[in-house]
């Protein structure tokens, strides 16, 4: 019974961090790049779309599908280093918690 106590302790002062945490990840920006940096996109920690960056060589309508592709390329960098900045941040939150490894509390 004690340790049931002591987990919905840490279970209460987890659910004020990640409150904290939603928060947080709003300010958190992380940038993706392709093509060596012609394309650039900018994303909050949660993946909301902050900023893209094109170069303006890029801006041919016979490339259109480089553009494109470049693009997506940016995105997902950048939504990979959101992604583990949200997973590292949530470790340190839930560390000493019995939660199944793999969880995913986002």
Known sequence: MKDLLGIMSKVKEMQSKMEQLQAELETVEV???AGGGMVTVRLSAKGALKAIRIDP??????EAEILEDLVVAA????RAKGDRIVQEKT???T???PIPPGMKLF
């Open 31 to 33: 940038d993706g790049a």
């Open 57 to 62: 060589s890029l801006l041919n309508p016979d």
């Open 75 to 78: 995105h997902a960098e950048a």
């Open 91 to 93: 470790q340190s939150i």
């Open 95 to 97: 560390a000493g918690l």
